[in-house]
């Protein structure tokens, strides 16, 4: 099928769900200018993973803390990293009351700036630290980031940014919600992500299983899309998200 016929199968899809669920990974961020990790361009090309290890960043702080502000602060708290198009989609289908949550795999913050209320932050969110010793979280805008890794105000612990580093568990509130925001669903739309990060690419299986329709956009095929996608949207998703949507309001 041509990528129109698919496109409105999928509005077609959308607009009957009772429940749809959104599933997003790297991709989805890429047209507000966030690189990737891997591949082309990716972040790991020019860093060292190892400096998001968890156990690396206790017993090396400050090499690892002069890595992650480079990245992650200096460069992602850009204020010119704003949502997409595609991220806006989701946010007007929360509100039309059609999108139940988004499950992301993006720490960057973006489905929040854009105005879901519901996200399980799968890996976290950087835009919060958390204090390794108390456990305050407390918003990145309030700290001061300077070369000097930042202590907790309460305890004096050292911080870390919100997210999962290497080595950390998933938060459970995040996993327990998207198991059973998956469980539930008709639609579960996924949305840049390659699925090669574990356990992370076990939720759009969930959602199968359970009898939900899985509509995927992809720049490229996924691990999931010969297994488990009924219609595959080829494409940037901040340009076919606003299509299906647009072809949903004439529905
Ligand atoms: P990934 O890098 O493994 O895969 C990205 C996928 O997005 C690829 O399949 C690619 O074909 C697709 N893609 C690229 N541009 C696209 C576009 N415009 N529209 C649609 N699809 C597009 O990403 P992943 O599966 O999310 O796994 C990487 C891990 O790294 C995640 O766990 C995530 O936490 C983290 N990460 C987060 C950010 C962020 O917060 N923005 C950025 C990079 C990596």
Redesign the pocket.
């Known amino acids: 099928m041509e990528l129109q016929d698919n496109i409105r199968e999928a509005a077609r899809i959308l607009s009957g769900a009772k429940n749809i669920v959104g599933f997003?990974?790297?991709?989805?961020?890429?047209?507000s200018g966030?690189?990737?990790?891997?591949?082309e361009g990716?972040?790991w090309n020019q860093y060292d993973p190892n400096s998001l290890d968890i156990d690396y960043y206790y017993r090396h702080t400050k090499d690892s803390w002069k890595i992650i502000r480079e990245v992650f602060y200096n460069f992602f708290s850009n204020n010119a990293i704003q949502p997409n198009p595609?991220h806006r989609v989701l946010a007007k289908w929360e509100q039309e009351g059609r999108l139940s949550c988004v499950i992301t795999?993006?720490?960057?913050d973006?489905h929040t700036v854009a105005g879901n209320k519901t996200v399980y932050e799968?890996?976290g969110n950087?835009s919060r630290f958390v204090c390794t010793k108390c456990g305050r979280k407390v918003d990145a805008k309030r700290l001061k980031l300077t070369e000097e890794p930042p202590h907790c105000e309460h305890c004096g612990g050292l911080m870390k940014p919100d997210?999962i580093f290497f080595g950390e568990g998933i938060p459970e509130d995040a996993y327990y919600g998207s198991v059973k925001a998956a469980e539930k669903c008709d639609a579960f739309v996924i949305?840049?992500?390659?699925?090669?990060?574990s356990p992370?690419?076990m939720i759009p299986g969930i959602a199968k299983r359970n009898g939900a329709k899985i509509i995927e956009?992809?720049?490229?095929p996924?691990t999931y899309t010969n297994y488990i996608t009924d219609v595959y949207l080829q494409?940037?998703?901040?340009e076919?998200l606003p299509k299906i949507d647009a072809l949903m309001e004439q529905a």
């Open positions: 997003t990974g790297a991709g989805t961020s890429a047209e966030i690189p990737p990790f891997r591949g990716g972040i595609g795999q993006n720490i960057d973006l799968f890996h950087m997210f949305i840049g992500t390659s699925g090669q990060v992370a690419n956009i992809n720049m490229e996924s494409g940037k998703s901040g076919i």
